[in-house]
């Protein structure tokens, strides 16, 4: 990044291999920073999802994987930028051992070109009583390399997972200095430390024989005074576009912003999950996508994701939001419902909302069969998909591809049924008289109970409703034994594709991750599991 030239005989003297080091992993730096941006550029992505044409199959679940991308591009950056200062700082040392005394030769030649007129120079440090570090600082590489690594410092330490689960706003706040990183890689080159001979000067110059007699540099015709120079800066080429292309997101962003959200509902859960339902002119979603939501009364610059729940046949949108930080804390104290229908809308925060953006789970109608598993919270997704299934099934017009869906819920709190129960058990009544109950089969596991409440299971039993949500199919009590739910999928149906989507902790998304390989056929004509995994 110290300016980028060829590795002409010169300075490859002065340096030695330290500069091929720092010139390596400086490519490969500015190639991983014109990459970092374009996996979080979210309409872009929803873009190319939508291009079913150019983006099908194993395509859209390479899309899904956007925020592992961006992961893996940031581990790169972290390493190449670790190795091209660590070079840099060698070449530093270098620079200032070849002006010492003990300096000789070739070397030592080198470094004194410079000391008088119309000489270039190609060692930037001029006596052996130079502080380096004073030096370093004093020059624009130094200056934009230091606010470089405090930058990529604050943004990898505080996008850990610890950090993110304690201090989300420590995370989103601190992830914005990306903006100084950007700036300072722009213009770090424009120092020109880093000097080779110019190709004008190497025309002239019989770089074998001028090696060897140094001493006669500007005596010999075929020896003039070798003259140095450094090459523009080049990592600006590299990141302008993806920067634009981002700036363009941003200000998509603050459209959006700009236009009128009403809530025409708020509703305040026992099981701390407030429900939001919106209106928003021209808004267009598709089951299993989601939003950012902003309220600028809590925060002017945080955005936060949360999956839609409602289906695109509603006239409305809607959020569940879990109270799981400061921020949903915040919005839920902001909001303070009542579990009514909002009779003054003007009284409420504002919000703004930007999406929606596609998910993994806008998928599952391209599969025969889909498996559903949520843990959670993480049922949110599958509520909007579970209404579409039932408003698409009721459409004569509509010739599904989707035959069964089989959805599986882990949950360790009773009370955080309470709200998608009633979904599940609107949806059981429906398809009942419809004669469609082939359609979803439905699976719920509750982990975590006290006495009081196996006490009051016991005496409340009933043939056939549930005593925890009034359903006709029966909780279960413990955790799914995913080797027995997976073989008898994979036997009813023995030659199918099957989609397996996931929303829940990292641990059940291995699981399931595991149990979708091993129950795979090795028979391109036997049933396949696909393995999806919503993400934000």
């Known amino acids: 990044?110290?300016?980028c030239w060829m590795l002409n005989e010169s300075v490859s003297v002065v340096l030695a291999s330290t500069l091929a080091w720092a010139r390596a992993s400086a490519v490969c730096l500015n190639f991983n920073c014109m990459l970092i941006l374009l996996p979080i550029s979210r309409n872009l992505i929803s873009f190319i999802r939508g291009a079913s044409i150019c983006c099908r199959?194993?395509?859209?679940?390479?899309?899904?994987?956007?925020l592992q991308f961006h992961k893996l591009v940031a581990?790169?950056?972290a390493i190449n930028a670790t190795i091209h200062t660590a070079a840099h700082l060698c070449n530093l040392e270098r620079y200032h051992l070849s002006q010492s005394a003990e300096a000789a030769g070739l070397l030592a030649a080198l470094s004194k070109l410079g000391d008088t007129t119309n000489e270039s120079y190609i060692n930037p440090i001029r006596t052996s009583h130079t502080n380096t570090t004073t030096e370093l600082l004093s020059t624009i590489a130094g200056v934009t390399g230091l606010l470089i690594s405090l930058a990529l410092i604050l943004i990898m330490t505080s996008s850990t997972e610890f950090i993110r689960q304690i201090s989300y706003e420590l995370f989103w706040y601190t992830h914005?200095?990306?903006?100084?990183?950007?700036?300072?890689l722009s213009i770090h080159g424009a120092g020109r430390i880093v000097r080779g001979q110019t190709p004008e000067s190497l025309?002239?110059?019989n770089v074998t024989f001028c090696r060897d007699h140094y001493?006669?540099?500007q005596a010999a015709a075929q020896c003039p005074v070798p003259q140095f120079s450094g090459k523009e800066p080049s990592a600006w080429k590299w990141v302008a576009g993806p920067v634009v292309l981002y700036a363009c997101e941003r200000v998509i962003r603050f459209w959006r912003f700009q236009q009128e959200v009403v809530i025409t509902k708020v509703v305040s859960h026992p099981s701390g999950v407030l429900e939001l339902h919106m209106k928003k002119r021209n808004f267009k979603m598709a089951p299993g996508q989601y939003v950012l939501l902003q309220c600028p009364s809590i925060s002017s610059l945080e955005w936060h994701p949360f999956t839609l729940t409602s289906a695109p046949q509603e006239d409305f949108f809607s959020v569940h939001i879990r109270t799981a930080g400061d921020w949903t804390r915040a919005l839920q104290k902001a909001f303070e419902a009542e579990g009514q229908a909002i009779k003054e809308p003007r009284s409420l925060p504002r919000l703004a909302v930007d999406g929606p953006f596609g998910a993994a789970l806008t998928d599952v109608f391209h599969y025969p069969v889909s498996v559903c598993i949520a843990a959670g919270i993480g049922v949110t997704p599958f509520a909007a998909l579970l209404k579409s299934i039932w408003y698409k099934s009721c459409e004569s017009q509509t010739q599904l591809k989707?035959?069964?869906v089989y959805f599986y819920w882990i949950c360790r709190d009773p009370s955080a049924f309470e709200w998608f129960a009633d979904l599940l058990l609107s949806l059981e009544t429906r398809m009942s008289e419809q004669g469609k109950t082939h359609l979803l089969s439905y699976h719920i596991f509750l982990t975590g109970w006290d006495e009081n409440q196996a006490i009051h299971i016991a005496l409340h039993w009933d043939e056939n409703t549930d005593v925890i949500t009034g359903l006709k199919q029966k909780t279960?009590?413990?955790?799914p034994n995913w080797n027995n739910e997976f073989r008898q999928i994979a036997y009813n149906h023995p030659s199918s594709s099957i989609g397996v989507f996931s929303c829940g902790p990292k641990a059940l998304s291995k699981t399931i991750q595991r149990m979708c390989r091993v129950y795979s056929s090795a028979d391109p004509r036997g049933v396949h599991f696909y393995y999806n995994k919503e993400s934000f």
Request: cysteine-free.
């Open 215 to 217: 001493a006669k540099w």
């Open 203 to 205: 025309l002239l110059h």
């Open 57 to 66: 199959g194993p395509w859209r679940r390479h899309l899904d994987k956007n």
């Open 1 to 3: 990044m110290m300016g």
């Open 176 to 184: 914005h200095m990306f903006i100084i990183f950007f700036i300072s």
């Open 476 to 479: 279960f009590y413990g955790r």
């Open 402 to 404: 989707l035959s069964k």
């Open 75 to 77: 581990y790169g950056i």
